[in-house]
């Protein structure tokens, strides 16, 4: 991948921020809140995230098909 300027998505806490800033911390997958975040704990925010996108991704898949059968 190459490093633009797009945003890029916090793995933490999936806030939406710039990246490279000059001055600013964040690296490529953690946006400058998280990178201040001891890295076990953000290994927790990381997997409550993702379990939030999946959510989402569910909840959205439940509203386009609201009468989809489930197993
Ligand atoms: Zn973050």
Do not use: W
């Not at 633009?4 to 911390?25: D, L, Q, V, W």
């Not at 959510?55 to 959205?60: A, D, K, M, S, V």
């Amino acid at each position: 991948m190459p490093s633009g300027e797009r945003p890029r998505t916090c793995r933490a806490c999936g806030k939406k921020f710039e990246y490279p800033i000059k001055g600013s911390a964040a690296t490529r997958h953690h946006c400058e809140d998280c990178v201040a975040v001891p890295a076990e704990t953000r290994k927790v925010l990381e997997r409550l995230s993702s379990r939030v996108t999946q959510l989402e991704n569910q909840l959205r898949r439940l509203q386009e098909k609201p009468a989809a059968p489930t197993a």
